[in-house]
């Protein structure tokens, strides 16, 4: 995942 392109998704789908 890119921070650039993803920077909400890492947060979403990480954090879960």
């Not at 921070?3 to 979403?12: G, K, N, Q, R, Y």
Request: a negative charge; proline letters at 6%; glycine letters at 6%.
């Amino acid at each position: 995942m890119s921070d650039e392109i993803a920077p909400l998704s890492e947060f979403s789908l990480g954090r879960n």
